[in-house]
């Protein structure tokens, strides 16, 4: 090849190389998608105003109230009465600051971060007090006499709120735990009765009572959690310590010769500490939106309303808490007592905290549902809510009588439930009213003790029993009992989550007792949390019934009315 040959490859291979070696158009290159931007998920925030409601229980700091006795003056002439009167009067008694409660309460929270700053003020009522009571038999102004001094105590906690200061951290975006602390005040009330004879002498018995109420403020420190359990309602769980301070009553105790007109006074007083723990569950709704950009996901899933055809079984087991009051009365070994104590009396004049044990479990397969409930609790009455109908024949008191009450009670129901009549609501999701019927049995055991507290020496003829000192009891043993019921339900079905019901029934019908009756109602709340699905209730129960056996000294029977506020938490499934 010639060198004009080599000049044309040479060119020619060089063409070719910049073709392939020259840069691509845009219309040559792939397309790849655009990046799709990555946001992080919305972020729950506690911070904005906030109300709710609280339930609870407290007990006492400081056990007893005290009572002194001071001497005045004394004319009889006969010795140190005066003395003996004034130390008869005082001592101390057992009165617990206890019982359950419920309120409100509203505050603010400011989060930064991890940390939650808030303040929260809050107001509960209920029955938080207690009674109690000693008996003295001390040696009178001269030989062979004695003083008998039968002293009753209260004290009683009508109200009481708190202002305080929160100060959390959120171990989790939705669950905060805080420490807390502020100011505390509430109606402090106490009061002392006490009735003195003197043995033997001319003077007349004498009677003191001493009562004060005061508006108390003192201080409270406590800690509790929260948790968010949608994204505007969270469940809280707290513990509180006050201090209330002191309140202090006075009242004058006078023995008087009615022949002569000499006698002698004494000055008596009662005082108590106001103060204690506390621990309460509560619900609060948060305002506006509960995320910090305005875009929660939705975490809390709600569970479908159950729909009136037959397929699968579903379950629920609910446990829930029944805070029974009652009106009636109840009889042993031949005497009735009248009890009339609501639900907050009977907490609050216990002896000592009542145990119960109570749960609903339902199986339901479209119509169709079978049920069981259970209630077991014991209980106490003393005090102004139990008293006897009538005198004991035949019983001679040393000086006073005071009537107590214990009840053992299970109440174990079942039966079935059929839906009679369904409506549904045209573009209401999971919306619907159900009528049901209702058929079953309950069993009733109820054990009742009576029992008379006294000063000095007690014969009962009629129960064959003597005794000097300060009790004699009677004993009731158990009634057990069955009875048929049937009755009606009505389901108002809201939306997939939300509920109120009401059921009824009769039954009895001289087969156990001669006639019971029950109403009941409430409102229930589903939701799904930690892959469960949770139900929720609070309503109220009322439960009749009259029954007895025996006669005579061996007649028992219950004639009373049961009822109270319910509350309980449970999953289906």
């Known amino acids: 090849m010639n060198s004009t040959g080599r000049t044309r490859g040479l060119i020619a291979l060089s063409a070719v190389l910049a073709c392939f070696c020259a840069p691509a158009s845009a219309a040559d290159l792939p397309v790849r998608p655009a990046p799709v931007p990555v946001t992080a998920p919305p972020v729950f925030t506690w911070q904005g105003l906030y109300m709710g409601f609280n339930y609870g229980y407290a007990w006492e700091g400081s056990r007893n109230v005290t009572t002194a006795g001071f001497p005045l003056y004394d004319t009889t002439r006969s010795g140190n009465w005066s003395t003996a009167a004034a130390t008869g009067a005082t001592g101390s008694a057992h009165a617990g600051l206890e019982g359950f409660f419920g309120g409100g309460q509203i505050g603010y929270n400011w989060q930064a971060g991890a940390l939650v700053l808030g303040i929260e003020a809050d107001i509960q009522g209920g029955g938080i007090g207690g ?27 009508e109200h009481f709120g708190t202002v305080r200061g929160r100060l959390g951290y959120t171990v989790t975006p939705t669950i905060l735990g805080y420490l807390t602390g502020g100011l505390a005040y509430g109606d402090a009330n106490v009061g002392a009765t006490a009735n003195q004879s003197l043995d033997p002498s001319g003077l ?56 002569t007109g000499r006698g002698l006074g004494t000055a008596f007083t009662a005082g108590t500490r106001f103060n204690g723990n506390i621990v309460r569950m509560g619900l609060n709704y948060r305002f506006g939106d509960s995320s910090a950009d305005g875009s929660l996901p939705s975490a809390f899933v709600p569970v479908a309303a159950e729909r009136a055809r037959f397929g699968d079984w579903t379950m629920s087991f609910v446990p829930y808490t029944w805070a029974i009051g009652m009106n009636g009365s ?50 106490r009455f003393a005090g102004s809510s139990v008293a006897l109908r009538n005198p004991i024949a035949d019983a001679t008191l040393g000086l006073a009588a005071k009537a107590r009450m214990k009840m053992t009670l299970a109440i174990l129901e079942g039966g079935s439930t059929y839906e009679l009549a369904r409506w549904d609501y045209a573009g209401a999701s999971g919306a619907f009213t159900a009528i049901d019927a209702v058929a079953g049995v309950r069993y009733w055991n109820v054990g009742t003790d009576l029992s008379l507290d006294t000063v000095g020496a007690a014969n009962l003829g009629n129960l064959g029993y003597t005794q000097s000192g300060y009790r004699a009891i009677a004993r009731s043993g158990t009634m057990s009992w069955v009875d048929p019921i049937v009755g009606l339900r009505l389901r ?18 001289g087969v156990g007792s001669k006639f019971s009756w029950q109403a009941a109602g409430g409102y229930t709340h589903d939701f799904q949390y930690a892959g469960l699905n949770w139900t929720s209730m609070i309503g109220y129960r009322a439960l009749y019934v009259d029954y007895s056996q025996g006669s005579g000294l061996r007649r028992s029977g219950l004639n009373a009315v049961i009822h109270g506020p319910v509350t309980g938490l449970g999953v289906k499934f």
């Open 131 to 157: 009674r109690g009571g000693y008996d003295s038999i001390v040696p009178g102004g001269r030989a062979d006499s004695i003083v008998l001094t039968r002293t009753n105590v209260r004290r009683d906690l």
């Open 204 to 259: 007349t018995s004498g009677t003191a009572r001493a009562a004060r109420s005061r508006e108390l403020t003192g201080w409270t420190l406590g800690a509790g959690a929260e948790m968010a359990i949608t994204p505007n309602l969270s469940a809280k769980i707290e513990y509180l310590y006050y201090d209330l301070g002191s309140v202090q009553a006075l009242a004058p105790l006078a023995h008087t010769n009615p022949l």
């Open 330 to 379: 109840s009889t042993a070994v031949g005497q009735t007592a009248n009890v009339n104590a609501s639900f907050v009396d009977l907490l609050t004049k216990a002896s000592s905290f009542p145990l119960e044990l109570a749960a609903n479990m339902e199986f339901r397969n479209g119509p169709l549902s079978f049920y069981g409930d259970f209630v077991g609790a014991q209980v």
């Open 492 to 509: 108002q079905q809201v939306d997939a989550t939300n509920a109120f019901y009401v059921k009824g029934d009769v039954g009895g019908f």
